[in-house]
C-alpha cells in the first residue's frame, strides 16, 4: 500500500508540474504573438518573454521585431537592445542576432571598431547573412577600407544580390573609388 501510495504522490507531482510548465509555455508564446503582431513593442507583453522560460528562439524572434520597429520609426535605444543582446549572447555565445544588436549600438554610438568587431562575430556565426555582409561593407566603407567593402559586397553579390540596398552601397563604393581616380 506505502508503494502504491509513493508511486501515485510522485505521479501527481510529475503531472502537476507538467501542467503548470505547458501552462508557462502558452502563455509565453500567447505574449510573443501580442508583442509581435502590436503596432509598437509593449513591455507588458515583452517583459515577461525575456523573463520567463529560457526559450532562445522566442527571444531572437522578439529582439528582430523590437530592432526592426525601432529602426523603422528612427528610434533606436541602445540601452534596450544591448539587454536583449545580452540575453542572447548569454543563452548563446554563438548568437549571431545578439552581436548583430551590438554591433547597431556601437555603430550608433560612433565606436567604428567595436561596431567591426561585433559584425565580425555576428558573420563568423551566420557566414551567408547578407544582411551582417552589408553592415560589415558600410562599416569599412565608412571607415575608408575600400578593399574590405568591396570584398563583402562581392561576397553579398554571389549570394543574393537583391539584399535590401545592395545597389545603394554598391553606388557609394564605386562613387568613392570614382572619385580617388579622379584625384
Request: aromatic share 12%; glycine share 2%.
Amino acid at each position: 500500500m506505502k508503494r502504491f501510495l509513493k508511486t501515485r504522490i510522485i505521479f501527481s507531482s510529475l503531472l502537476v508540474f507538467v501542467v503548470v510548465f505547458y501552462g508557462i509555455t502558452i502563455n509565453q508564446d500567447r505574449n510573443l504573438i501580442k508583442a509581435i503582431y502590436q503596432s509598437s513593442p509593449n513591455a507588458q507583453y515583452i517583459n515577461p518573454i525575456f523573463e520567463g522560460l529560457p526559450y532562445y528562439e522566442q527571444w531572437e524572434k522578439l529582439a528582430v521585431e523590437i530592432f526592426n520597429f525601432q529602426i523603422n520609426n528612427n528610434q533606436i535605444n541602445c540601452v534596450e537592445l544591448r539587454k536583449y543582446a545580452t540575453k542572447l549572447i548569454q543563452a548563446s555565445n554563438r548568437s549571431s542576432q545578439g552581436y548583430y544588436l551590438m554591433t547597431a549600438c556601437a555603430e550608433r554610438e560612433d565606436d567604428s571598431m567595436k561596431a567591426l568587431e561585433f559584425a565580425k562575430l555576428a558573420l563568423k556565426y551566420d557566414p551567408l547573412n547578407t544582411q551582417y555582409l552589408m553592415a560589415l561593407a558600410v562599416l569599412n566603407l565608412n571607415s575608408g577600407n575600400l578593399n574590405e567593402a568591396k570584398s563583402y559586397l562581392d561576397k553579398v553579390e554571389r549570394i543574393d544580390s537583391n539584399t535590401f540596398n545592395y545597389e545603394n552601397i554598391l553606388r557609394i563604393y564605386n562613387e568613392r573609388i570614382g572619385s580617388l581616380k579622379s584625384q
